[in-house]
């Protein structure tokens, strides 16, 4: 268990409609991110946020947006879903933004548009 | 640019040793990642080399030469359990993590 915690686990919805994706950081770590997970594909790198703050961003579609609030839980808002959007959605964390500071991976969000 | 490669599938007979290798092409550099992920699994942390060199933690080891950009995880003693992707990242100079697409490593009997 890494600590980070997601909900929900899974998510059917249909083309056109908009989710919320929840994630709590490890109890400590200030930066969280977005990953999107297409299968059997790579990682993506959606969005980072540092303390409330948007750190960097990936390649995250303009239809998509994100925000961590004050007690450092993070929001992923997917809106006008396509099918294509279907995918494993991983939230990690980590203490900072420092060198060798490791990412800790949440259970993740799977989502089927439908 | 941002550029890291890994090899896309390996296969491995249990028991035996395998070396999976990473290059990367940055000009800002702040140590590398290996990851571990099981199918439809969060990935886990399992090293991070930021000078050149060895790192060894149980049948895992992780060598790691800045001049040439290359990094390899090297697993011994393979274990079916040891079925899984493995993904390699480096740290830029914005401590970003540029990730490679995996390597699925196929152990078999």
């Known amino acids: 268990d890494s600590g980070v915690t997601q909900t929900p686990k899974h998510l059917i919805t249909a083309t056109g409609q908009r989710v919320t994706l929840r994630c709590s950081p490890r109890s400590g770590d200030l930066s969280v991110y977005w990953y999107q997970q297409s299968l059997d594909q790579g990682l993506q790198f959606l969005i980072q946020?540092?303390?409330?703050?948007?750190?960097a961003k990936g390649n995250i579609l303009e239809r998509f947006s994100a925000q961590q609030f004050p007690d450092l839980h993070s929001e992923l808002n997917l809106s006008s879903l396509e099918l294509g959007d279907s995918a494993l959605y991983f939230c990690a964390s980590s203490a900072g933004v420092l060198a060798g500071d490791e990412q800790y991976f949440g259970p993740g969000t799977r989502l089927t548009v439908t | 640019g941002q550029n890291i490669d890994q090899p896309t599938e390996m296969t491995a007979t249990e028991g035996a040793i395998v070396q999976i290798n990473c290059t990367y092409q940055?000009?800002?550099?702040?140590?590398l990642f290996w990851y571990q992920q099981h199918a439809g699994e969060a990935p886990t942390f399992l090293s991070y080399?930021?000078l050149d060199g060895l790192e060894e933690k149980g049948r895992f080891s992780s060598f790691l030469s800045r001049s040439k950009g290359y990094s390899y995880l090297l697993l011994k003693e393979l274990q079916m359990k040891d079925s899984a992707s493995y993904l390699c990242?480096?740290?830029?100079?914005?401590?970003?993590?540029?990730w490679g697409a995996g390597t699925k490593l196929i152990i078999k009997p």
């Open positions: 940055t000009s800002g550099f702040n140590g």
């Open positions: 946020y540092y303390n409330g703050e948007e750190r």
């Open positions: 990242a480096y740290m830029d100079s914005n401590y970003q993590l540029i």
């Open positions: 080399n930021v």
